[in-house]
């Protein structure tokens, strides 16, 4: 088993892909009409497979963000956060977590408010969170 995707409703398609491009996301395919609304499948560079799935259909009403968040590897918080602040996009400065290892996050908040932390992990850590980082 593994997670397909994360979906999120979405008020403007065309400005929410605007801040997940402007993050490092590619647009894989649309779907123009399902039960849902129009679909657009975002994916990583690098990884062949999707990761967010973008439903837009207003007449579902306004869209209301979760209390949750998205975590995204980033290979650098800063140039990250600064890519999305020259896009016009609202993300806080990035903060250094632990100096000894580098290890970096920012929060950013994407155009209809879903949070999304920008997480650069220190050098040698795996692609993801493991058993290994709460061992201690």
């Known amino acids: 088993m593994r997670t397909l995707h994360t979906a999120l409703r979405v008020a403007d398609a065309e400005r929410s892909v605007r801040f997940y491009g402007a993050l ?3 647009v894989v395919g ?6 849902v609304g129009a679909l657009t ?4 560079p ?11 259909d207003p007449s579902r009403g306004p869209v209301t963000p979760h209390d949750g968040h998205i975590a995204v590897q980033v290979s650098s918080a800063r140039d990250s956060a600064a890519r ?3 896009a016009g996009f609202s993300v806080e400065d990035p903060v250094l977590l632990d100096s000894d290892t580098d290890f970096w996050t920012a929060w950013a908040s994407d155009p209809d ?3 999304i932390e ?10 993801g969170m493991t058993a290994a980082d709460f061992a201690s």
Do not use: N, T
């Open 46 to 56: 690098g990884d062949p497979f999707v990761a967010i799935e973008l439903a837009h």
């Open 118 to 127: 920008l997480v650069q992990w220190p050098a040698g850590h795996s692609a």
């Open 24 to 26: 490092g996301y590619e």
């Open 113 to 115: 408010g879903y949070r």
């Open 84 to 86: 999305l602040a020259d």
């Open 41 to 44: 499948m975002l994916k990583l």
């Open 30 to 35: 649309r779907v123009p009409e399902s039960p």
